[in-house]
């Protein structure tokens, strides 16, 4: 079956670094979700990417979508505590259903 | 966004006890709602995919029996753990997806329950 493989597991980063994860599919996909996750919360959308080479913004925060539609990035500019938490891809192939990747839980240190 | 809610939000229990927990969607209709497991740390482990009106679909290794499902409408879900042990105890989150629901019909979490068993 489909499987979405995220990287790395834990980052922490200095405020003010830049920070990325990394989501990698076994299989070409038909979108991606990114999801972030706040500590003792639940899992909030942020974004969906669906077109091949897709590159989107929000604010300090750059979603990218490869050209194979089987990898994509999230990178986070200049990092501020608020930045804290997990963040998840998604990713949905055929189904409708998505397969979440095991989250990047980014730690900022003051 | 659209919003989720579940309750209750935290329940402890003793072992060999049941415990429903309930999803409800609150401004907007789900034809499907999931059902995930998390572990601390860990991702989002889908249990079971719930359509209004039919059976739900357990992923491999979830036992049906013992996590019930029943999506008696299209805003209500609800999980019933039978039988409840210690190994169960984890943080149970269900999330709603409707087709034309915001904007690019991605999934609506609730805030999670947190289930510990004695």
């Not at chain 1, 913004?57 to 930045?83: C, M, P, V, Y």
């Not at chain 1, 990713?91 to 095991?102: K, V």
């Not at chain 2, 919003?3 to 034809?31: M, N, W, Y």
Request: aromatic share 10%; charged share 15%.
């Amino acid at each position: 079956g489909q499987q979405v493989m995220q990287i790395p597991q834990y980052q922490h980063v200095q405020e003010g670094e830049d920070f990325t994860t990394y989501c990698n599919s076994s299989t070409t996909l038909s979108n991606i979700q990114w999801y972030k996750q706040r500590p003792g919360g639940h899992p909030v959308f942020l974004i969906q990417l669906v077109k091949s080479g897709e590159v989107k913004k929000q604010k300090r925060l750059t979603f990218q979508f490869g050209e194979a539609k089987k990898n994509s990035s999230l990178h986070i500019t200049a990092t501020q505590t608020t930045d804290v938490g997990t963040y998840f891809c998604a990713g949905s192939g055929g189904s409708y259903i998505p397969t979440f990747g095991r989250g990047t839980s980014l730690i900022v240190h003051p | 966004g659209a919003v989720v809610s579940q309750h209750p939000s935290r329940v402890i229990c003793k072992s060999g006890t049941s415990v429903k927990i309930e999803c409800r969607s609150l401004d907007f209709q789900a034809t499907t709602m999931f059902w995930y497991r998390q572990f601390p740390k860990q991702s989002l482990m889908l249990m079971a995919t719930s359509n209004e009106g039919s059976k739900a679909t357990y992923e491999q290794g979830v036992e049906k029996d013992k996590f019930l499902i029943n999506h008696a409408s299209l805003t209500l879900s609800t999980l019933t753990v039978t039988s409840a042990h210690p190994e169960d105890s984890s943080f149970y989150i269900c999330s709603a997806y409707s087709s034309g629901t915001g904007s690019y019909n991605e999934q609506f979490f609730g805030p999670g329950t947190r289930l510990t068993v004695l």
